[in-house]
Structures are given as C-alpha cells and as structure tokens.
C-alpha cells in the first residue's frame, strides 16, 4: 500500500484509500438475518461470522444485479477481502458466485471480465432445478 496524503477527518474517496484506513484493523463478524428489497425483489441476507450470503429468488433479480454493480465487483471484492469478509451469492439457495476473503478467482471468471469473483460451476444448473419449499 502507498502512503495516503488524506488528512485525518478528511472523507475517503478511492477503494485505495479506504483500504489504506482500515489496514491493520481487525477483522469483522457478521452475525445477520434479514430481508431487504431491492427493485421489488426480496433478497434474503444470512451473516454467518466471516460469511455474508445474499440469497436471490431467481436469476432475473441476479442478472439485475450484474448489470447494475457489475463493474464495481472488484471494489467490494477488495473492501470485503480487506475486513476478512467474504460474500456469497446465491440463486434459491444454491451458491452461484463468492467473492472476498476466502474467494479463490476462476479462470472463467477471468474471461467474463468479472474480476475477483469465484463462480461455481455447477450452481446455476442446480439452482434452475431447485424449487423453493414454501
């Protein structure tokens, strides 16, 4: 990391600076359950310690989301890995993709131009044949 010239109190504008902020601070636990909506569409949110699962109804509101943040996933991936956090998401339960701390980045995931994202596989077969039990 490069030394910041940010001056205390001053807001924080890059990742780069955010990172250089928060760099020796230990890491973070989330412990979560709830239920946002985004678009009109519920996204389930579970924090398990170190592990925070965003859980989708479907791949539309999934789809919705890369387009929106897509560019941005090296930003988050970075900000999570930074605080030992790691973000899975999830389509009916099944996980699609990981990114932060304890992602390890694809070869697939390279091409896509997704940056530092782990894809599973086999997740989005899966998660087209699971139905959600009501």
């Not at 230990?26 to 985004?38: E, I, R």
Request: hydrophobic share 40%; aromatic share 2%; glycine share 12%.
């Amino acid at each position: 990391m490069t030394a910041s010239k940010r001056q205390p109190g001053e807001s924080v504008e890059t990742v780069a600076e955010l990172l250089d902020v928060i760099e020796g601070r230990p890491s973070l636990g989330v412990d979560a359950d709830l239920t946002v909506t985004v678009d009109g569409r519920p996204i389930t949110l579970t924090g398990y310690g170190d592990l925070v699962a965003a859980d989708l109804d479907g791949f539309g509101p999934l789809l919705a989301l890369r387009r929106e943040y897509g560019d941005r996933a090296m930003d988050g991936a970075a900000a999570l890995a930074s605080v030992g956090l790691t973000a899975e998401l999830r389509v009916r339960g099944v996980p699609i993709a990981r990114l932060g701390s304890d992602a390890d980045p694809s070869p697939l995931a390279r091409r896509l131009g997704l940056g530092p994202v782990e894809l599973v596989p086999e997740g989005p077969l899966l998660a087209a044949i699971t139905r959600r039990r009501g």
